[in-house]
């Protein structure tokens, strides 16, 4: 909730006077107000640039540094201020968000500086808002990156590990060849003769001049066939040299025969094989000079040597639904066009559109605008026909090409900006149902120990522990008396998704009455102690015992719950939380240990004390920051 | 201090404007003629262009601070701290009803608090000019925080008569109702079944509606929560909210 809204609570309270004369049963006291008439201006002097605001401001957010009690380590007394020897431009968005309820991040700050900040003001960067978290996200992983370069050219350009196997150099030097010179001289080698083996195969079809003996002209190939075949022999053994190497390098075998790469390097060198075991038959010949042309796709070896071409093939891939669009809607137009035009020149004599197939080549051929002539329709409505076909040929082609080009480039750098941005819904997603589920939750947290709150800050303070205050009636316990006066007047209580499924479960099943009796597991464990004197109190029947689930079950869900409300990050309260395991937590420090607690089934009032206190730690790991949760 | 701009004025000026230009018959056919097909060849641009007029002509400065100091019972101060809020949440100066329900909805995350707010709003909207201003907000919490208790309970009898005809409806006490039970969402205990708010009505007007004429006017309300204590006690129980 922003701190703007929190301005309208007294008028939400006030409004609530409307609900008083229809209330079921009678109102719950008001939260006793403390410290009042104490707002006054605060002077914060960061590096010589005064700010100042409201005291109530910066309260807040009890959770941070200026707005806890932390600041008067830094009030200095000469000037009656409080000075902090920090940025004064990275503050001013810091007092903003006590101001606004909102982070924003610069973008021309630092990264860094302004993470360190937030560090020191104990400012959580997850609240940052939906305005500026993207481009916050975005900095935060280039910084990591590039930290992660950084460490990694350190690393490389320490010698090798003794400890790497040679196995593991091996598939080092084939990966990354400046690694070492060897590797380098390999890569090189290799590439000449991708080179050479290609240049080979082009120039064996070029006709040399006729030989002494013969009338015709042959081609280079047929002239120096031996030359041309200790060449191809020398790049073969080359190739399945390196391709052996490759396979007894790899850490994954099974993968490196599935990758691309290898495919294209057995498709290679197969035909040579393939044409050494063929030799002396004449019957599959013809069948062993098209498997020549494989030959050719030596040149896509080159694609571990040239970045740009992996580059070509992956926005391929990635273009291929618009590609395959493309491909289709000529389809259709083709065959339409080719319908057209044989109906229209069957009537014609000698006409060459012999058939639909037939009048695909004429189609394909007007429609890209190539026009070889070889097919020319002859009837006047043939013409008419032709010319629709190449005009719309220019639509149909011109028109998606470019769009697929520069789709090129878009796709590639949106795809990699997609994927950031989902991962960061997903993430935002949850922080705002967090959001709301922490609400709520925390509402239910204080109506279980709201009560209690009060009786035990006396206890606390009589028993003399100096302990951070977090218990004065902030705008957290004023909503919470809001939302009691609005179940009092309804007569009907807020519960929580799990308890509210489990009901619903039990309407249905038409189960008998809870029983009483396991009400106390439902207490939370940082309050073992208040509880088990109140356990009389069943007003805050909370009937989250009633799980249909056995014990084992409900240990499980808890654990689950547990990882799914992993933290992003220690706040102030749960540092200080730890401490405090039989003073009652504000209710904002267990927004999120509520859903927790509810199923994990303690053995109800045998061992309360001990099992609580044993297992109260893992809970206040649980916690996340409660900010959000306003 | 100007006096405060209100949007009512921006209202009667177009209709003027209208009336003046039909001279004739004829002359006003071809006008209306001209400018349906203009408005049918570009939909929408006269609209937002409108629109945004409007949107930024809309802001509203308050009465001085003497004058609202008289006319409520909060002191200089408390007025100040409530208009700092107030224009840090809607710095044009006016709320609109959605901007209100945003705010109010706030409060109450598991539920809708929709309709209470719309009803609400027209509680504070006394001059039903569509926008509350500081003024309007600032009498309503006068009467509701530093009211006497016969002032407050006239302010829960407006609430609830929605049509604003003296009398309290079944049915406009069953919307009341509704919306209340509205706001508490649906995760509750006991589960929320279809007949309880009209139970609750029953229940009220058995209570409130002293002669059974299926309505409650306004003195059987009033007379009837001075005599429940209850009501009575929780009436006080907000004093001290600012």
């Known amino acids: ?630 | 201090m100007s006096a405060p701009v209100k949007r009512t004025q921006w209202d009667e000026d177009p209709t003027l404007f209208r009336k003046d230009h039909g001279l004739s018959k004829k002359v006003l056919l071809n006008c209306c003629l001209v400018r349906w097909i203009i408005s049918w060849a570009s939909p929408n641009k006269k609209d937002s262009v409108e629109d945004e007029l409007e949107l930024s002509a809309v802001r509203h400065r308050p009465e001085a601070l003497e004058l609202l100091e008289a006319q409520t019972r909060f002191s200089r101060k408390e007025l100040q701290i409530l208009y700092r809020g107030f224009k840090n949440e809607c710095p044009s100066g006016v709320v609109n009803e959605d901007t209100f329900k945003e705010i109010y909805a706030q409060f109450f995350p598991q539920g809708d608090a929709s309709t209470y707010a719309h009803f609400l709003f027209n509680a504070f909207d006394t001059d039903h000019n569509g926008s509350v201003s500081f003024e309007d907000f600032v009498m309503g919490l006068s009467i509701l925080l530093r009211g006497t208790v016969q002032e407050k309970l006239n302010w829960a009898f407006n609430l609830y008569d929605i049509n604003k005809d003296g009398y309290i409806t079944k049915e406009e006490m069953l919307d009341i109702i509704k919306s209340i039970y509205d706001m508490m969402g649906k995760c509750t205990y006991p589960i929320l079944k279809e007949e309880t708010p009209r139970q609750h009505v029953e229940i009220f007007f058995q209570k409130m509606d002293k002669n059974r004429d299926g309505v409650v006017t306004i003195d059987e309300f009033i007379d009837c929560c001075q005599n429940d204590e209850n009501i009575m006690r929780s009436m006080q129980l907000f004093e001290n909210v600012i």
Not at chain 1, 399 to 410: A, D, Q
Not at chain 1, 421 to 443: D, E, F, H, M, P
């Open chain 1, 1 to 630: 909730m922003a701190a703007g809204v929190a301005a309208w609570l007294p008028f939400a309270r006030a409004a609530a006077i409307g609900w008083m004369p229809v209330a079921s049963a009678p109102m719950p006291p008001p939260p006793r107000e403390k410290r009042r008439g104490q707002d006054g201006l605060i002077i914060l002097n960061v590096s010589g640039t005064r700010f100042q605001t409201w005291r109530n401001t910066l309260e807040r957010y009890p959770d941070t540094l200026l707005g806890s009690t932390e600041r008067d380590f830094f009030f200095h007394e000469e000037t009656n201020e409080y000075f902090f020897d920090r940025d004064p431009d990275i503050f001013r968005h810091i007092l903003n968000f006590y101001r606004t309820g909102k982070l924003h991040y610069p973008r021309h700050e630092c990264i860094s500086a302004y993470d360190e900040e937030l560090a020191f003001f104990g400012i959580i960067p997850e609240i940052i808002g939906d305005c500026c978290y993207e481009e916050y996200k975005d900095r935060r992983r280039e910084n990591a990156e590039r930290i992660q370069d950084d460490e990694e050219n350190e690393n490389s350009k320490d010698m090798v590990l003794p400890e790497m196997s040679f196995r593991e150099t091996m598939w080092r030097a084939f990966e990354n060849p400046h690694t070492s010179t060897m590797a380098l001289v390999f890569y090189y080698v290799t590439g000449f003769f991708i080179a050479v083996s290609v240049m080979a195969n082009v120039v064996e079809t070029v006709p040399c001049g006729s030989g002494p003996n013969r009338a015709k002209e042959v081609s280079c190939g047929e002239r120096y066939a031996l030359a041309f075949f200790c060449l191809d022999t020398a790049c073969v053994m080359i190739f399945t040299v390196e391709y052996l190497l490759r396979l007894i390098a790899a850490p994954s075998r099974y993968k490196f025969v599935k990758s691309v790469m290898s495919i294209i390097d057995v498709v290679a060198i197969m035909p040579y094989y393939i044409g050494l075991v063929m030799t002396d038959n004449e019957d599959v010949s013809g069948a062993f000079v098209t498997l020549r042309v494989f030959r050719v796709f030596r040149i896509f070896k080159f694609s571990r040597h040239s970045a740009g071409l992996r580059i070509l093939g992956y926005t391929l891939k990635s273009c291929a639904s618009e590609l395959g669009f493309l491909l289709f809607s000529l389809t259709m137009a083709i065959i339409i066009f080719a319908t057209v035009m044989f109906y229209a020149e069957k009537g014609s004599s000698a006409s060459k559109f012999t058939s639909i197939p037939a009048a695909f080549w004429y189609t394909i051929v007007t429609m890209t605008t190539l026009g070889y002539g070889d097919m020319v329709p002859k009837t006047i409505i043939g013409k008419v026909f032709g010319s629709i076909c190449s005009l719309s040929g220019v639509l149909v082609i011109a028109l998606p090409v470019p769009v697929i080009v520069s789709n090129f480039s878009r796709i590639y750098h949106q795809s990699q900006r997609a994927e950031k941005r989902r991962a960061q819904k997903k993430t935002r997603l949850a922080r705002i149902r967090a959001t709301k589920s922490g609400g709520a939750n925390a509402y239910l947290q204080y109506k279980r120990n709201g009560m209690l709150a009060e009786a035990e800050e006396e206890a606390s303070k009589q028993a003399g522990q100096a302990l951070v205050c977090k218990s004065n009636p902030t705008f957290e316990t004023q909503h919470h008396h809001l939302l009691h006066c609005l179940e009092k007047t309804t007569n009907h209580e807020f519960v929580d998704e799990q308890t509210y499924e489990t009901s619903c479960m039990e309407v249905s099943l038409s189960k008998p009455s809870m029983s009483r009796s396991s009400s106390l597991s439902s207490s939370p464990h940082g309050l073992s102690s208040c509880c088990t004197r109140r356990n009389k109190r069943k007003s805050f029947n909370v009937p989250n015992s009633n799980m249909v689930a056995g014990r084992r079950g409900s240990i499980q869900e808890l654990s689950t719950i547990q990882i799914r409300e992993r933290p992003m990050s220690n706040s102030r309260s749960s540092l200080n939380a730890k401490f405090e395991e039989t003073v009652p937590l504000n209710s904002e420090d267990q927004s999120y240990i509520t859903a927790a607690v509810i199923s994990m089934p303690t053995p109800p009032m045998t061992t309360p004390e001990g099992e609580n206190s044993a297992s109260s730690p893992d809970f206040l790991q649980s916690n996340i920051v409660r900010v959000s949760a306003l």
